[in-house]
């Protein structure tokens, strides 16, 4: 057995939260459905506080090898929704034990994944995820976890909004799960899902409307940004208030990228405060994931990066250099503010958990969009993707924390103290 211990932080207060029960005497008949598919706080590492009492800290805990257990969730080749950007052993992935870790929390038992029950506490909602493409990760996860679930007749229909809608449908259920694609929450020129690939960035810090009023009629949404701020050293701030399509030539700011993410969460704040009703609408924030680019960090070789990884780090205080504790830091500012004016943004804090599974990138097993360099077919690590996580595989453990975060006032906790 191998595991990694790891410490949790970040607004101690939200951390005690309970998880939905295994209820097996709930029994979802079958149903014909139809699915559309549209393609349209300072982190610093400190032990975080005793779970309160009926209650469990599902973020603190560790990772246990287990080929015994119920994961994966899900077959790679039974979900005709996996996208190819994370369909690792379609794409040539040839070992499989990045599939069976547990996420063990402290304290208590991890509660078994029951699609059935939670199609029936989503029916008639609609959860829309909004953000980067980690997200879009997150969302696929999400659908191929349910899919399995849904019994009857299932097809896809085609369907588009500028490319940034993706969405899945449960008729009979009356679900819709989401994904907006807004890397930036706020307008930038990174907004295109295909044609996004810049050595800056460009942003409209005070221009949200164009995505945001699409988000509005949603039960749940789950909101992630951070990577596409901390990739760059400045951002590029249009001077007028103007949306970013306004005009073709415009004037810009520089800005350091620490201050310009303060501002956007800014943007992204009043928006919420003003248009969410908290009592109609739960709201959550996706923790930022690790990215494991640089292998001498877990005591690895120099130059390498995740590409041939088959084990987790092994080293319970690991963290990664390129998670900053004042982006993160800013983000719990932001949500701190918010709980404070009456919307409470639950924290789905899953930063710490990641740094472990540089085991789990898609690195070179996806699809490839471009046509590979002679220098990365001679060394397939410069072609390694350590951001993408593969599916079946760690994001299914964020949307088994989410939904549980989702449910918390519906269900009794389930919890076992040692």
């Known amino acids: 057995m191998i595991h990694c211990s790891l410490l949790i932080f970040f607004l101690g207060g939200l951390a005690t939260m309970s998880f939905y029960r295994n209820d097996n005497k709930l029994d979802v008949a079958s149903h014909d459905i139809t699915l559309t598919l549209t393609n349209a706080t300072t982190n610093t590492r400190v032990s975080a506080p005793p779970p309160l009492t009926g209650a469990c800290d599902l973020f603190s805990g560790i990772w246990v090898h287990d080929n015994k257990s119920h994961y994966p969730l899900y077959k790679e080749n039974e979900c005709p929704f996996l996208e190819d950007t994370f369909a690792c052993q379609t794409y040539g992935r040839k070992d499989s034990k990045y599939l069976q870790w547990r996420w063990q929390p402290h304290g208590c038992n991890f ?151 303060k501002m956007g969460l800014e943007t992204w704040s009043d928006w919420v405060r003003t248009h969410i009703d908290p009592s109609k609408t739960k709201l959550f924030f996706m923790g930022a994931t690790a990215t494991h680019s640089r292998a001498k960090e877990w005591g690895g070789m120099r130059k390498r990066n995740c590409y041939g990884e088959t084990e987790p780090v092994m080293d319970a205080e690991f963290w990664e250099r390129r998670m900053d504790p004042k982006r993160l830091s800013i983000l719990e500012s932001s949500l701190s503010k918010l709980k404070s004016a009456g919307v409470n943004v639950q924290i789905i804090n899953i930063t710490q958990l990641t740094q472990c599974r540089k085991d789990a990138h898609t690195t070179i097993y996806r699809k490839i969009w471009r046509p590979l360099t002679d220098q990365q077919k001679k060394n397939p690590q410069l072609a390694s993707d350590c951001s993408h996580w593969c599916l079946p595989g760690v994001p299914d453990i964020w949307n088994e924390l989410l939904l549980a975060h989702i449910f918390q006032n519906e269900f009794q906790p389930l919890v076992h103290f040692s």
């Open 111 to 261: 509660p078994r994944f029951n699609g059935k029950a939670v199609l029936e506490r989503l029916r008639g909602k609609r959860l829309l995820f909004v953000g980067d493409s980690l997200n879009r990760n997150q969302w696929n996860s999400m659908i191929c976890m349910l899919h399995s679930s849904i019994p009857g007749v299932k097809r896809d229909d085609g369907g588009l909004i500028s490319g940034r809608l993706h969405t899945f449908r449960a008729t009979d259920y009356n679900i819709s799960i989401d994904f907006w694609w807004a890397p930036m929450l706020v307008e930038s020129n990174g907004d295109s899902p295909t044609n996004h690939s810049h050595d800056y960035r460009i942003v409209g810090i005070k221009a949200i409307d164009k995505h945001a009023r699409h988000w509005v009629n949603s039960d749940v949404l789950v909101f992630n940004s951070y990577h596409w701020w901390s990739s760059v050293p400045v951002v590029k701030l249009i001077k007028s208030d103007e949306s970013l399509l306004d005009g073709p030539s415009q004037e810009y700011e520089e800005v350091d990228s620490l201050r310009a993410y």
